[in-house]
Nanobody, 123 residues
Framework: QVQLVESGGGLVQAGGSLRLSCASS????????MGWFRQAPGKEHEFVAA????????YYADSVKGRFILSRDNAKKTVYLQMNSLKPEDTAVYYC????????????????WGQGTQVTVSS
């Protein structure tokens, strides 16, 4: 099992920034990818970004490319999602997830999920 704990959500004005963290523990050697997804009320899970633990390769959704930066600290087994130039449409519960490949944006390809953290962007 892999345990994931997100933190860093909150309320921010449009144009502001937030940094989310996701700490992993357990059998992390069974996964090479960490992804972030978000879910707004009444909507499906939406892929945000993913990163490879091994090589640091990243993959971003078009909606966040150029605004969000995903990084990792292998020693701390923690990934960070730096969110800049936030927009009201970024409001959602953000989940981190662990999977085998960083190349996928499909939620079912990620086997482990955190509990989520709320991000609210006011206009």
């Amino acid at each position: 099992q892999v345990q994931l704990v997100e933190s860093g959500g909150g309320l921010v004005q449009a144009g502001g920034s937030l940094r989310l963290s996701c700490a992993s523990s357990g059998r992390t050697f069974s996964t090479d990818a960490m992804g972030w997804f978000r879910q707004a009320p009444g909507k499906e899970h939406e892929f945000v970004a993913a990163i490879s633990w091994t090589y640091g390769n990243t993959y971003y959704a078009d909606s966040v490319k150029g605004r969000f930066i995903l990084s990792r600290d292998n020693a701390k087994k923690t990934v960070y999602l730096q969110m800049n130039s936030l927009k009201p449409e970024d409001t959602a519960v953000y989940y981190c997830a662990a999977g085998v490949s960083w190349r996928t944006s499909t939620s079912t390809d990620y086997g482990y999920w955190g509990q989520g953290t709320q991000v609210t962007v006011s206009s």
